[in-house]
């Protein structure tokens, strides 16, 4: 590792990096508070709740096809940030980022469940790796628009097949800047095969209200290798049910016979309906007679499985 | 009525599975996915903000 005399000094004395840090913040902080930025962000909150693009004039403008004005806002806003960092070399630009030497993002603004970034895929970092073997398809809605590079890429899209099974429809596309590329990320993934030079893009997704769970296909199979919660909250809410599982916690079964009853992803719901049998046998099963009883509820099944079950090992339960 | 006590590790799953938020089978598959960015704005929640926006 090379510690130049810049980063020596910062042993000694880290000064320069929180001045370094606050002239970053005061720039994000100042870009934010412009009136077009405050538009901005009003409209993404306006988009979180539920209004169309086509109702946004912002975000409609940004991602109309061939517009240039997504081009410039970018631009401007790289050339503001990009005099910050070159007076602050330390420094850290304020916002969400990440880059794994491929695949380089920025997040540029944020309300509820939808984000605007900015995404950058290196050619020479993706061209070295090897194919993807795997898609993925997240419970969002996607707009990317080209702003700069080129790339020849397919839109995939996932035709069930008799779950979990699902054929896919390739579309090969070209990716040149002005393009603009709507998706609905649950069936339809893009997925970039020869990038030039660098391809980038500003990415508005929308997570959708009822997320269902996130998908991985083999892509030469279509067959589902891997599923996973579409929304962090459920993940959140899941291990919150088994800790209080696992710590006993009689007095939350009425909570976790709630969670189960509510519309959440079968796998939250399947796990809180699991513990509440642990901790309380009544209302446990009380929650696990409704599933099992409920028209058109996914989970109706294995509840009933699993009701007759428990009333052939303890017939007791029958008089519930 | 005596109700027996119910062993939660003898219960079933579910015949699929569902992992927890962000967990993928393959990871060379994010890097031209959504799953990047939906992950980021949940991963930073976690992180002290101090000092990112």
Same mark, same amino acid.
């Given at each position: 590792m090379q510690i130049g005399p810049h980063l020596r000094a910062l042993r000694e004395d880290d000064a320069p990096q929180r001045a370094a840090q606050t002239a970053l913040i005061a720039a994000t902080r100042e870009w934010r508070a412009r009136p077009d930025i405050v538009q901005l962000h009003s409209e993404l909150a306006a988009f979180s709740a539920a209004r169309p693009i086509a109702e946004c004039p912002m975000l409609a403008t940004l991602f109309e096809d061939g517009n240039p004005a997504a081009r410039s806002f970018v631009d401007d806003f790289v050339a503001i940030m990009t005099a910050v960092i070159s007076s602050q070399p330390l420094g850290q630009i304020a916002m969400r980022h990440s880059t794994d030497g491929a695949s380089s993002n920025l997040m540029l603004a944020q309300s509820g469940r939808v984000t605007l970034t900015l995404v950058a895929l290196d050619g020479a970092g993706l061209n070295r790796r090897p194919a993807p073997t795997s898609v993925s398809f997240s419970p969002n809605d996607s707009w990317d628009h080209i702003l700069a590079g080129g790339a020849t890429a397919s839109l995939l899209e996932a035709r069930p097949a008799g779950a979990p099974q699902v054929d896919f429809h390739h579309r090969v596309t070209r990716l040149d800047p002005g393009m603009v590329i709507a998706r609905e990320s649950s069936r339809q993934a893009l997925l970039v095969d020869r990038i030039e030079g660098r391809l980038v893009s500003l990415r508005l997704v929308r997570r959708h209200e009822r997320s269902g769970p996130a998908r991985e296909y083999d892509l030469a199979s279509?067959?589902?290798?891997?599923?996973?919660?579409? =929304? *962090?909250?459920? $993940?959140?809410?899941?291990?919150?049910? $088994?800790?209080?599982?696992?710590?006993?916690?009689? =007095?939350? *079964?009425?909570?976790l016979a709630g969670i189960a009853l509510e519309d959440w992803g079968e796998g939250l719901r399947w796990e809180a309906l699991r513990q509440c049998l642990g901790l309380d046998t009544a209302t446990g099963f009380a929650v696990l007679a409704t599933v099992a009883d409920r028209i058109g509820d996914p989970l109706a099944e294995p509840a009933r499985n699993l009701r007759a079950s428990l009333v052939s090992a303890y017939p007791q339960l029958q008089e519930l | 009525m005596n109700l027996p006590k119910i062993d939660v590790s003898a219960l079933p799953d579910l015949d699929v599975l569902t992992g927890v938020f962000g967990s993928l089978k393959n990871a060379s598959a994010v890097v031209t996915d959504d799953m990047l960015v939906v992950l980021m704005t949940y991963i930073y929640d976690v992180v002290d903000p101090t000092g990112l926006a």
């Open positions: 279509g067959t589902l290798i891997h599923q996973a919660a579409g =929304d *962090a909250r459920e $993940s959140r809410l899941e291990f919150m049910v $088994s800790l209080l599982g696992r710590m006993g916690r009689a =007095d939350a *079964a009425p909570e | -």
